[in-house]
């Protein structure tokens, strides 16, 4: 059963670093989307990206963000300049029809 | 803007004691409300999704029920691999984002 993956499973990097977390979505969607979870609280919407732009995104998502769809097959979440309270699980989903599918995960650590 | 709570945050059962778990909404036009099970570390996997109230969907040991207020999660003689977060989410309008419950940690003991 075809599903989403994301590398790498774990991040560790310093404050004030660059990070790039990668999806992989399901080959015949067509809308992606970027969730975070902290620990212990819930899951929460960062941002959608729907042919090629973003389509919608939340307060979360400030210019310290960006998403990109390099080529055909992978779907990107930048961190300029990562800040402690980003550690975090960060979630790739794919959408078919209503339902979004989640990957497993990428656990970023900022110290 | 959406809302979604859930209860309880923490359910503890015997093997085969079957209970059912809520999830109360407040949304403007409702699209989908959807469950989801995860695993500590892991990613939300899908269980169902739900569109209109009266509907139901049946998965093993599992159904969800919705009505135009709550959906329920009813688990029938449940097993120790049913242990988990089960997430409650909904989306509305004309938006593409889902908005969670803080979920509802079950645990089976055997």
């Known amino acids: 059963e075809p599903e989403v993956t994301q590398t790498p499973s774990h991040q560790v990097t310093q404050m004030g670093q660059e990070v790039i977390l990668r999806c992989v979505p399901i080959?015949?969607?067509?809308?992606f989307y970027w969730y975070r979870q902290i620990l212990g609280q819930k899951v929460e919407f960062l941002v959608s990206?729907?042919?090629?732009?973003?389509?919608?995104k939340s307060e979360i998502f400030d210019d310290q963000f960006s998403v990109e769809r390099p080529d055909g097959s992978n779907f990107t979440l930048k961190i300029r300049s990562t800040k402690l309270e980003d550690s975090a699980m960060y979630f790739c989903?794919?959408?078919?029809?209503?339902?979004?599918?989640f990957g497993p995960g990428t656990r970023l650590l900022v110290l | 803007e959406d809302q979604v709570t859930q209860s309880p945050e923490a359910l503890r059962l015997q093997e085969g004691e079957s209970s059912s778990l809520n999830c109360s909404y407040t949304?403007?036009?409702?699209?989908?409300l959807f469950w989801y099970r995860q695993d500590p570390g892991k990613g939300p996997e899908f269980l169902f999704t739900?569109?209109?109230a009266g509907e139901e969907k049946e998965k093993e040991r599992l159904k969800a029920t919705l009505t135009k207020k709550e959906s329920f999660l009813h688990i029938t003689a449940p097993k120790p691999e049913d242990s988990a977060t089960y997430l409650c989410?909904?989306?509305?309008?004309?938006?593409?984002?889902?908005?969670f419950g803080i979920g509802t940690k079950l645990q089976v003991i055997p």
């Open positions: 080959s015949n969607h067509l809308y």
């Open positions: 949304v403007s036009g409702l699209r989908g």
């Open positions: 739900l569109y209109s």
């Open positions: 989410a909904v989306n509305s309008g004309g938006y593409q984002k889902v908005t």
């Open positions: 989903a794919s959408k078919t029809e209503e339902t979004q599918y």
């Open positions: 990206f729907y042919n090629n732009e973003i389509s919608e």
